[in-house]
């Protein structure tokens, strides 16, 4: 059973950080984009940022360039989100994400597979 599970959640004043893991488990994810979407109470998902397999490409929402940065292990089939800086309109549910197509993450294409979700709250 192919399972993302997020780590990493919770609460935080405004300003403060967090850091954000991913776990894949089931099968191999090589060749995979592994990534982040997020989504605010009454709002749609929406996209945060994504690292291709091989690093070359990784892209992020406007939203949070300069202040989030994702890395990932290969080796491990994990992924992670450092969140600095974090404002309030950051707070959601964070959802990791891994798809062939690192496009389709910026592009509202298909993900092939989702987490669950981890809610991370900020305090102004």
């Known amino acids: 059973q192919v399972q993302l599970v997020e780590s990493g959640g919770g609460l935080v004043q405004a300003g403060g950080s967090l850091r954000l893991s991913c776990a894949a488990s089931g099968r191999t994810f090589s060749g995979y984009a592994m990534g982040w979407f997020r989504q605010a109470p009454g709002k749609e998902r929406e996209f945060v940022a994504v690292?291709?397999?091989?690093?070359?490409?990784?892209r992020y929402a406007d939203s949070v360039k300069g202040r989030f940065t994702i890395s990932r292990d290969n080796a491990k089939d994990t992924v992670s989100l450092q969140m600095n800086s974090l404002k309030p309109e950051d707070t959601a549910v964070y959802y990791c994400?891994?798809?062939?197509?690192?496009?389709?993450?910026?592009?509202?294409?298909?993900?092939?597979?989702w987490g669950k979700g981890t809610l991370v709250t900020v305090s102004s």
């Open positions: 994400a891994a798809d062939r197509g690192v496009a389709n993450f910026w592009l509202n294409g298909g993900i092939d597979y």
């Open positions: 690292l291709s397999w091989s690093g070359y490409t990784t």
